[in-house]
């Protein structure tokens, strides 16, 4: 739910897509069955 969104992340729900999107091009996260993974930095 966006309202979730927000309270937990204090931001919209839109801008919590985007900023994933954005982690995932950088090769900095991974989506799994058990969630949103950081990639460990070498």
Do not use: C, D, R, W
Not at 15 to 25: E, I, R, S, V, W
């Amino acid at each position: 739910e966006p309202e979730e969104v927000y309270q937990f992340f204090g931001m919209s729900k839109k801008t919590f897509k985007m900023t994933l999107g954005a982690l995932y091009k950088q090769h900095k996260i991974n989506f799994a069955k058990e969630g949103i993974v950081l990639i460990e930095q070498q």
